[in-house]
């Protein structure tokens, strides 16, 4: 399995506060991307990044924002949660740009009350 | 109409069964696809890609249909660990260029 981690595994939080996960990758992969997943809905795109400090949205960036000061840290930011933002949160490392096999984390469950 | 669009199940079927899921996208242009598998509370994984030839692993066997934009995976001989959600992704499409996913098509194979 790839050499990916995510923190914390599982998170309770209250509506209005701020929420940091990190994903953490020991594969040197230069892709990294954070995904949510809800029922009914595929993953869907929150942010990617393709390099140290090099990122940019994706198709359901609002709320979030993302860092990436280290090739191996890929931080995702919840500026404000919100009960909207309850959800599975999978980073992911690909090799190359788009490349086919994206390796998955193990996923973050955050509940915003 | 969502850009990838697969029917959830569940698709309930004995062992040694053979099932088939498809799956649908929008975009004409997109340019590779792919199923990935997840378990229960888990990571979604590779599970093949799908090549306009068609392509075959084991006992499973991906096609692609272009001219109705369409995606089959076939599965053979069931065994109970084939038991996960199976995620058509389409490439070359969506947001920014990146891969779509499907929300998913849940096989349940019992004994």
């Known amino acids: 399995d790839a050499g990916i981690t995510q923190s914390p595994r599982h998170k309770v939080t209250e509506t209005g506060t701020p929420v940091t996960l990190r994903c953490h990758q020991t594969e040197n992969h230069r892709y990294m991307y954070w995904y949510r997943q809800d029922p009914g809905h595929g993953l869907r795109l929150i942010h990617y990044?393709?390099?140290?400090?090099?990122?940019d949205k994706g198709e359901v960036s609002d709320g979030y924002s993302v860092s990436r000061s280290k090739t191996e840290d890929f931080l995702l930011t919840l500026e404000s949660a919100t009960s909207s933002q309850t959800s599975v949160y999978f980073c992911?490392?690909?090799?190359?740009?788009?490349?086919?096999?994206?390796?998955f984390g193990p996923g973050t469950r955050l509940l915003v009350l | 109409r969502k850009e990838v669009e697969q029917d959830p199940g569940p698709f309930n079927v004995p062992e040694g069964a053979t099932v088939a899921f498809n799956c649908t996208y929008s975009n004409s242009a997109s340019q590779s696809f792919f199923w990935y598998r997840q378990d229960c509370r888990k990571e979604p994984k590779l599970l093949m890609s799908v090549y306009s030839s068609g392509n075959e692993d084991g006992r499973f066997t991906a096609q692609l249909n272009r001219a109705s934009q369409y995606i089959s995976l076939l599965i053979r001989d069931s065994k109970l660990s084939d038991s996960a959600t199976y995620l058509c992704?389409?490439?070359?499409?969506?947001?920014?260029?990146?891969?779509?996913f499907g929300a998913g098509t849940i096989l349940r194979v019992k004994s």
């Open positions: 992911a490392i690909s090799e190359s740009r788009d490349s086919e096999t994206q390796y």
């Open positions: 992704v389409v490439h070359g499409s969506g947001y920014g260029n990146k891969l779509v």
């Open positions: 990044s393709y390099g140290v400090k090099d990122t």
